[in-house]
T-cell receptor
Framework: DTGVSQNPRHKITKRGQNVTFRCDPI?????LYWYRQTLGQGPEFLTY????????KSRLLSDRFSAERPKGSFSTLEIQRTEQGDSAMYLC?????????????FGNGTRLTVT | QKEVEQNSGPLSVPEGAIASLNCTYS??????FFWYRQYSGKSPELIMF????GDKEDGRFTAQLNKASQYVSLLIRDSQPSDSATYLC??????????FGKGTSLLVTP
């Protein structure tokens, strides 16, 4: 069990550019979640996958955000035409599907700074 | 949207004391509740979850759930400086994701 892995750890980009983040979940976990966290706030839910199917998206998720999990393993989160308000820590988490109370295991996050 | 409210703190307690962290939730139908700890600059890590009324104990940690009053608490006995962190309360949303509160910052002073 190597834990949830996220890359890159840090990303600095200019406003208007596109960025893509990657998440590799714990190998036997079939649920994968993306969250966003800003300073002084709790993690904000963005979207989640069960295997390769994207089952839920936050109503707050802008259409500039898109996530994929093509083979049910790793996932990517792309932000198009970045804005300064997108600056945040992007957290990925994974869990097992067999029970509702299965805890979320978080990766170390990708910190995005939009200049 | 299942809302979770927490006092942001900071809550300051002396080493060895009991730290009491509280969380209220909006949806009376919520069934399970999670406490995560987040050190500065790190990702959240699960401490406990509880889904039955009453208390659940794990080492120095006790979670207390009162569904009638819609609050859940986390008690930390014999607080240590290493317990200084932000504590996040979370409830499942209508699917399988968690909705988190803003977190309470705890500072344990030597």
């Amino acid at each position: 069990d190597t834990g949830v892995s996220q890359n890159p750890r840090h990303k600095i980009t200019k406003r208007g550019q596109n960025v893509t983040f990657r998440c590799d979940p714990i190998s036997e976990h079939n649920r994968l979640y993306w969250y966003r966290q800003t300073l002084g706030q709790g993690p904000e839910f963005l979207t989640y996958f069960q295997n390769e199917a994207q089952l839920e998206k936050s109503r707050l998720l802008s259409d500039r955000f898109s996530a994929e999990r093509p083979k049910g393993s790793f996932s990517t989160l792309e932000i198009q035409r970045t804005e300064q308000g997108d600056s945040a820590m992007y957290l990925c988490a994974s869990s097992l599907v067999d029970r509702r109370n299965s805890p979320l295991h978080f990766g170390n996050g990708t910190r995005l700074t939009v200049t | 949207q299942k809302e979770v409210e927490q006092n942001s703190g900071p809550l300051s307690v002396p080493e060895g004391a009991i730290a009491s962290l509280n969380c209220t939730y909006s949806d009376r139908g919520s069934q399970s509740f999670f406490w995560y700890r987040q050190y500065s600059g790190k990702s959240p890590e699960l401490i406990m979850f509880i889904y039955s009324n009453g208390d659940k104990e794990d080492g120095r940690f006790t979670a207390q759930l009162n569904k009638a009053s819609q609050y859940v608490s986390l008690l930390i006995r014999d607080s240590q400086p290493s317990d200084s962190a932000t504590y996040l309360c979370a409830v499942p949303n209508s699917g399988y994701a968690l909705n988190f509160g803003k977190g309470t910052s705890l500072l344990v002073t030597p």
